[in-house]
């Protein structure tokens, strides 16, 4: 019985043995024969290891093909080279160069993106940062240590300037080291953007702002090329590049700062922003009475100071401010004196259905066209509109209210700086752009006529050739045009004939011109507006945005002297020396030296033939009551100066 039990135990172990190495024999298969080249290629892996290189971000170009931001490598050096994973620090690139001789693994580096201009282009080119949750969710290549675009030009054109990432494969032994590359793909670069912009004229611009909310557009109104696209105040884009660990916590300050910053410093004023336009928009009006045959360039009104509508009365700013009255008025005189009385009659006879059409027409409620992220429409009110969102019916004094830009009307400064462009491009409209087009041809393309007659926009022309001489409205500008018509004087006495002695006194005016014509040879065309907006306070006052809008040719003219100046061939100094500003602080740069700098450009480039130059300046808490000719029309001036080389402080 015991031997029956032993010889079953023996059994029962025979068995399991025989199972066991059964087992053992099909794993051996498994591992070695089914899955054995697999088992290969993880050992392969194991002894691998990739290291990925970052591809250099593309660049944007300005309008003279320069970069407006620089890719930097920063250099590092591993404490432990042959290990995956060192501590680092940070090494200057004359060091890691010589490092690299002796040892190659011993040096590493990340890109470093700068900013030209970290200030006046802000906004426009945006920022760049890594990636969050995110956008890891909206783009499956992206990787956790990847750069993206933030804002402006750095988000519309991402895709583009990224580039496509390189890597190295070390051999590695069995302790983790690093041993040999044994396979290198380079990082190809981003593809580069060039734009329309003048950075130097940007700078100005956002110097002559100083600390104003608001906004500067600068174009070439025949083609809708933007120059200058600036919000104020703005944000230090720099402040996202990395920095020494020394430098760390102070960035972070200063960035934190800026976020918080209630003026709201990443807010683009310039696309974004949604304002009324004031007496800016009696430009439309205007063009929509003469287009639709309301009214003539011989129609008179008689301004009395007000007129009344529904027991309201509806006052002239003339009247409001200073108790007078303009008299028996035309059209070219109303916009010379932005008479409100003579557009609340022009608004009433055209309609208000005419109006929306013709705002629409200049690009009012519709987007410009801009490559750049987050504009506006803003709003160009109806019947229909004021019954749906207000539920009321629309009355003569809303259409008063729309005929000189107040109301419900919201545009941006962007769609304004279009609209203004118009008179001085021969009523033609052009969609905006800041990437520069293959050629000139591809630029006429995007513009088109409004269908205004000859006649309609000189008359226009005219009222805003007024506007900014003695008796009009924007005062800073009345002795640059009472320069330029004694200018224009001799000019034509030089161009008149010698033998012909009876030559018309009238012939030698500047008059005899075509408003066209004079604009085209330096004389300023504008309009000012101010801006009512909010609630009324106790004194029955209502906080005002200012505007300023000019078209202004013949700079090329102006400045032809400075350029003569320039030497034909680049000094080596002044290179240095445009380079060396590329990377400093811009609050730093002296505008007399960026000027030099910049005609070395224009001498090349040339400057457009017809310049528009928009100003917005917001009301704030310590002015509330912001006035066209008095706030925003000083910045345009500023900048005037700074084109033809006005003294300009550094």
Same mark, same amino acid.
């Given at each position: 019985?015991?031997?029956?039990?032993?010889?079953?135990?023996?059994?029962?172990?025979?068995?399991?043995?025989?199972?066991?190495?059964?087992?053992?024999?099909?794993? @051996?298969?498994?591992?070695?024969?089914?899955?054995?080249?697999?088992?290969?290629?993880?050992?392969?892996?194991?002894?691998?290891?990739?290291?990925?290189?970052?591809?250099?971000?593309?660049?944007?170009?300005?309008?003279?093909?320069?970069?407006?931001?620089?890719?930097?490598?920063?250099?590092?050096?591993?404490?432990?080279?042959?290990?995956?994973?060192?501590?680092?620090?940070?090494?200057?690139?004359?060091?890691?160069?010589?490092?690299?001789?002796?040892?190659?693994?011993?040096?590493?580096?990340?890109?470093?993106?700068?900013?030209?201009?970290?200030?006046?282009?802000?906004?426009?080119?945006?920022?760049?940062?890594?990636?969050?949750?995110?956008?890891?969710?909206?783009?499956?290549?992206?990787?956790?240590?990847?750069?993206?675009?933030?804002?402006?030009?750095?988000?519309?054109?991402?895709?583009?300037?990224?580039?496509?990432?390189?890597?190295?494969?070390?051999?590695?032994?069995?302790?983790?080291?690093?041993?040999?590359?044994?396979?290198?793909?380079?990082?190809?670069?981003?593809?580069? @953007?060039?734009?329309?912009?003048?950075?130097?004229?940007?700078?100005?611009?956002?110097?002559?702002?100083?600390?104003?909310?608001?906004?500067?557009?600068?174009?070439?109104?025949?083609?809708?090329?933007?120059?200058?696209?600036?919000?104020?105040?703005?944000?230090?884009?720099?402040?996202?590049?990395?920095?020494?660990?020394?430098?760390?916590?102070?960035?972070?300050?200063?960035?934190?700062?800026?976020?918080?910053?209630?003026?709201?410093?990443?807010?683009?004023?310039?696309?974004?922003?949604?304002?009324?336009?004031?007496?800016?928009?009696?430009?439309?009006?205007?063009?929509?009475?003469?287009?639709?045959?309301?009214?003539?360039?011989?129609?008179?009104?008689?301004?009395?100071?007000?007129?009344?509508?529904?027991?309201?009365?509806?006052?002239?700013?003339?009247?409001?401010?200073?108790?007078?009255?303009?008299? @028996?008025?035309?059209?070219?005189?109303?916009?010379?004196?932005?008479?409100?009385?003579?557009?609340?009659?022009?608004?009433?006879?055209?309609? @208000?259905?005419?109006?929306?059409?013709?705002?629409?027409?200049?690009?009012?409620?519709?987007?410009?066209?801009?490559?750049?992220?987050?504009?506006?429409?803003?709003?160009?009110?109806?019947?229909?509109?004021?019954?749906?969102?207000?539920?009321?019916?629309?009355?003569?004094?809303?259409?008063?209210?729309?005929?000189?830009?107040?109301?419900?009307?919201?545009?941006?400064?962007?769609?304004?700086?279009?609209?203004?462009?118009?008179?001085?491009?021969?009523?033609?409209?052009?969609?905006?752009?800041?990437?520069?087009?293959?050629?000139?041809?591809?630029?006429?393309?995007?513009?088109?006529?409004?269908?205004?007659?000859?006649?309609?926009?000189?008359?226009?022309?005219?009222?805003?050739?007024?506007?900014?001489?003695?008796?009009?409205?924007?005062?800073?500008?009345?002795?640059?045009?009472?320069?330029?018509?004694?200018?224009?004087?001799?000019?034509?006495?030089?161009?008149?004939?010698?033998?012909?002695?009876?030559?018309?006194?009238?012939?030698?005016?500047?008059?005899?011109?075509?408003?066209?014509?004079?604009?085209?040879?330096?004389?300023?065309?504008?309009?000012?507006?101010?801006?009512?907006?909010?609630?009324?306070?106790?004194?029955?006052?209502?906080?005002?945005?200012?505007?300023?809008?000019?078209?202004?040719?013949?700079?090329?003219?102006?400045?032809?002297?400075?350029?003569?100046?320039?030497?034909?061939?680049?000094?080596?100094?002044?290179?240095?020396?445009?380079?060396?500003?590329?990377?400093?602080?811009?609050?730093?740069?002296?505008?007399?030296?960026?000027?030099?700098?910049?005609?070395?450009?224009?001498?090349?480039?040339?400057?457009?033939?017809?310049?528009?130059?928009?100003?917005?300046?917001?009301?704030?808490?310590?002015?509330?009551?912001?006035?066209?000719?008095?706030?925003?029309?000083?910045?345009?001036?500023?900048?005037?100066?700074?084109?033809?080389?006005?003294?300009?402080?550094?």
């Amino acid at each position: 019985m015991a031997n029956d039990k032993r010889q079953t135990f023996i059994n029962f172990l025979k068995i399991t043995a025989l199972l066991s190495l059964g087992l053992l024999l099909v794993r @051996v298969v498994d591992l070695q024969v089914v899955r054995g080249q697999l088992f290969r290629l993880i050992s392969e892996e194991n002894r691998q290891f990739r290291l990925d290189i970052p591809a250099e971000r593309g660049v944007f170009l300005d309008r003279f093909g320069d970069p407006l931001v620089i890719n930097t490598r920063q250099y590092y050096r591993y404490t432990e080279p042959l290990k995956l994973f060192s501590v680092t620090t940070p090494v200057s690139q004359e060091e890691a160069l010589s490092a690299q001789v002796s040892d190659p693994f011993s040096i590493g580096w990340t890109l470093e993106r700068k900013y030209v201009r970290p200030f006046s282009l802000a906004h426009l080119l945006g920022y760049i940062s890594v990636v969050n949750n995110d956008d890891l969710s909206e783009d499956s290549s992206l990787k956790m240590t990847d750069l993206v675009g933030r804002m402006g030009l750095e988000q519309r054109y991402d895709n583009l300037l990224r580039g496509t990432d390189g890597y190295q494969e070390f051999e590695i032994n069995s302790v983790g080291e690093k041993q040999t590359v044994e396979f290198s793909q380079p990082p190809k670069v981003g593809q580069p @953007v060039k734009t329309t912009i003048d950075p130097y004229l940007s700078s100005a611009a956002w110097r002559a702002m100083g600390d104003k909310k608001g906004a500067v557009v600068i174009l070439d109104a025949q083609t809708g090329a933007v120059l200058t696209l600036l919000s104020s105040p703005s944000f230090n884009s720099n402040l996202f590049a990395s920095t020494s660990i020394l430098e760390e916590q102070e960035r972070q300050t200063a960035l934190q700062q800026a976020l918080t910053d209630e003026r709201q410093l990443f807010f683009n004023r310039a696309m974004s922003g949604q304002y009324a336009p004031g007496s800016m928009f009696k430009l439309v009006t205007a063009s929509a009475g003469l287009d639709s045959g309301a009214f003539d360039l011989n129609t008179l009104v008689d301004d009395q100071g007000f007129i009344e509508a529904g027991g309201t009365q509806f006052a002239n700013w003339y009247y409001t401010q200073y108790g007078r009255v303009e008299g @028996v008025i035309s059209l070219v005189r109303a916009i010379t004196r932005s008479n409100d009385t003579f557009f609340y009659k022009a608004a009433e006879w055209t309609g @208000v259905e005419a109006l929306v059409q013709k705002a629409h027409e200049f690009g009012f409620g519709e987007s410009t066209g801009i490559e750049v992220p987050g504009e506006a429409v803003g709003l160009v009110p109806n019947p229909e509109w004021k019954e749906k969102t207000l539920g009321e019916r629309w009355f003569l004094g809303n259409t008063y209210h729309l005929g000189i830009g107040q109301g419900d009307l919201l545009v941006t400064p962007v769609q304004l700086a279009r609209m203004v462009s118009v008179f001085g491009n021969e009523g033609a409209i052009c969609e905006l752009s800041v990437v520069a087009p293959e050629n000139r041809a591809a630029a006429a393309a995007r513009c088109g006529s409004l269908g205004l007659t000859e006649q309609a926009v000189a008359a226009i022309q005219e009222g805003m050739i007024g506007a900014c001489s003695a008796g009009g409205t924007a005062f800073p500008l009345f002795d640059w045009n009472s320069a330029r018509q004694g200018q224009l004087e001799n000019q034509l006495r030089d161009e008149s004939s010698p033998q012909s002695a009876d030559v018309s006194p009238v012939s030698l005016s500047p008059i005899s011109l075509s408003p066209a014509e004079r604009i085209r040879r330096g004389m300023a065309a504008c309009k000012t507006g101010t801006a009512e907006f909010g609630s009324e306070d106790a004194q029955g006052r209502r906080r005002t945005h200012a505007w300023f809008g000019m078209v202004i040719g013949g700079i090329n003219d102006l400045i032809q002297a400075d350029l003569a100046a320039i030497a034909k061939t680049e000094d080596a100094e002044v290179v240095e020396a445009t380079t060396s500003a590329m990377v400093t602080d811009e609050t730093a740069l002296d505008l007399n030296q960026e000027r030099q700098r910049w005609l070395r450009k224009v001498k090349a480039a040339d400057l457009p033939e017809t310049l528009t130059i928009l100003v917005l300046v917001e009301s704030d808490d310590e002015q509330p009551f912001r006035e066209g000719s008095a706030d925003a029309a000083p910045v345009a001036r500023a900048i005037l100066d700074w084109l033809v080389g006005r003294p300009t402080p550094p």
